[in-house]
C-alpha cells in the first residue's frame, strides 16, 4: 500500500505587495515630514473654534509663557540673521559668523541681546538643559530698552527687502499667561503700525450646540 | 524566518548530473523589518497638524486723537465684558460713569465660559435692538487678572455667536471699582 502523504503546505509567503506598500509609507511619510524644531519653551496653546490654519511662510513666532517671558523667532533663518546683525548695530555690539550661524539655527530665543553671545557659543545639547532654560529671562519689551520691536521691526524690512513678502505675526501664548503680558506686546506691536495678529490656538474639536466647554 | 529554504532534490537518486538552480527567492525578512522601524519612526515623528489661528485685527492707533471725531458707543448698544480672575466673567448692559449723575449705575452680574454662561447672554442680548456693541476688558487689579486663555475664549465666543461689533479695551478704575464694590 502506498504510503498517504501529508499535503505540506510551503510556510512561504509573498510579501512583496506588503514590503510594496511598507515603502510606499516610508517614502510618503519621510517627504512629507518636518521634524519639529526643539523649542526653547514649551507652552500650551489655549484652544479655540477657529479653523483658520497659519500660512506656510514668513512667520514670526512671538511666543508668551506663564513668566512673562516673550520669545521671538521667525521661521526663515537669512532673515533671523539679518534681524539679529542689524539690531546688534544698533546697539554697537557683532557677532561672529559663527554664531550668527548659530542663531540663525535656534527656533526661538529669549535672551537679551547683551547676554546672547556666551550662550550662542555654547555647543547644541548644552543649551537643552533645564538649567539654562530655566536662565532665559525674554527679550527685553519695556519700554526702556524694547529689544523686541528692534528685532520685530528688522526683521519685518529684511523680509520685505530679500524676499519681498509681507509678514505674519503669529502670538503664541501659554493658556495661563497673563493677558496684560499679551496685550502690552500687542500695544507694543501697534505703536509700529502692525495691527493684524494670529493668535495660535488648537483646535477645539466640538463646536456645536449641546458641546460643552471646559 | 519567514523563508524557509527547501532541501533541493539533488542530493538523492543515483548519478544523474542537473544544472543546479539557484533560488530567485531572497530572503526579504531583514529588510521589511528595517522598511518597519522607518514606518514607524516616521508616524511617530511626524507633525501633520499646523497650528490654527485665531486672527485678531487691532484697530489703527491714531497718533493724535481728535475727541470730537471719536465714535462715541450709545450706552443702549454697549454691552460690558470684563474677564476677571478664576474664569469669571463679569458683564453689565449699558455705560459706567459714576461721576456724572444722568447715567444709572449698571447693574454687574457673574457668569462663566461655558455654552450656558456668556454665550446664552450674548445671543438674548442679540434678539433685541438695538445691535449690541461688546465692549471686552481684561481685569487687571493687585496682582489678580484675567488668563489669556480667557481671552482667547471670549473671543471664540464672538465668533461663534458671530458678533461684529466688539472691541479689546483696557479696563478703567470705574470699572474696578465696581467689580469690587459688586462683591461678585
Known amino acids: ?214 | 524566518m519567514a523563508e524557509i529554504q527547501q532541501k533541493g532534490g539533488d542530493s538523492g537518486k543515483g548519478g544523474k548530473k542537473r544544472a543546479k538552480k539557484a533560488s530567485t527567492k531572497i530572503d526579504m525578512t531583514p529588510m521589511v523589518d528595517l522598511a518597519f522601524l522607518l514606518l514607524t519612526f516616521f508616524m511617530l515623528t511626524t507633525t501633520f497638524a499646523k497650528p490654527n489661528v485665531m486672527q485678531l485685527t487691532m484697530p489703527v492707533k491714531e497718533k493724535n486723537p481728535i475727541p470730537d471725531e471719536q465714535t462715541k458707543i450709545k450706552a443702549s448698544q454697549a454691552v460690558t465684558i470684563i474677564l476677571g480672575a478664576d474664569d469669571k466673567v463679569y458683564y453689565y448692559f449699558g455705560l459706567n460713569n459714576p461721576k456724572d449723575p444722568s447715567v444709572p449705575k449698571p447693574q454687574v452680574q457673574v457668569t462663566d465660559y461655558s455654552q450656558n454662561g456668556i454665550r446664552k447672554v450674548l445671543l438674548a442680548r442679540q434678539q433685541q435692538q438695538p445691535e449690541p456693541i461688546v465692549l471686552i476688558k481684561p481685569y487687571e487689579y493687585e496682582g489678580k487678572e484675567a488668563r489669556y486663555k480667557n481671552m482667547v475664549d471670549i473671543l471664540d465666543e464672538m465668533n461663534i455667536t458671530n458678533q461684529k461689533k466688539y472691541a479689546l479695551v483696557d479696563i478703567n478704575k470705574d470699572d474696578i471699582d465696581l467689580i469690587i464694590a459688586s462683591g461678585l
Not at chain 1, 511598507?22 to 479655540?48: I, W
Not at chain 1, 479653523?51 to 521671538?72: E, Q
Not at chain 1, 532673515?79 to 546683525?85: D, G, S
Open chain 1, 1 to 214: 500500500m502506498p504510503k498517504v502523504k501529508p499535503h505540506r503546505t510551503s510556510p512561504s509567503l509573498d510579501m512583496t505587495p506588503m514590503v510594496d506598500l511598507a515603502f510606499l509609507l516610508v517614502t510618503f511619510f519621510m517627504l512629507t515630514t518636518q521634524f519639529r524644531p526643539d523649542e526653547a519653551v514649551v507652552v500650551d496653546t489655549p484652544s479655540s473654534t477657529s479653523d483658520i490654519v497659519l500660512p506656510d511662510s514668513d512667520i514670526m513666532t512671538l511666543t508668551v509663557d506663564k513668566d512673562k517671558r516673550v520669545f521671538w523667532g521667525y521661521d526663515k533663518a537669512p532673515i533671523k540673521a539679518a534681524a539679529l546683525q542689524a539690531v546688534a548695530a544698533k546697539r554697537g555690539l557683532s557677532f561672529t559668523p559663527a554664531q550668527i550661524k548659530q542663531f540663525s539655527l535656534l527656533p526661538q530665543f529669549g535672551l537679551p541681546i547683551e547676554s546672547l553671545g556666551s550662550y550662542l557659543n555654547m555647543d547644541a545639547e548644552a543649551r537643552k538643559a533645564p538649567g539654562i532654560k530655566k536662565q532665559l529671562t525674554g527679550v527685553p519689551y519695556d519700554s526702556l530698552n524694547n529689544q523686541l520691536i528692534d528685532f520685530v521691526v528688522e526683521a519685518r524690512k529684511a523680509n520685505a527687502t530679500q524676499f519681498q513678502k509681507p509678514t505674519y505675526i503669529a502670538i503664541k501664548g501659554d493658556a495661563g499667561a497673563d493677558v496684560s503680558t499679551v496685550q502690552k506686546v500687542i500695544k507694543i506691536l501697534q505703536e509700529r503700525d502692525i495691527n493684524r495678529f494670529n493668535l495660535i490656538t488648537d483646535l477645539e474639536i466640538n463646536t456645536g450646540v449641546g458641546s460643552e466647554k471646559k
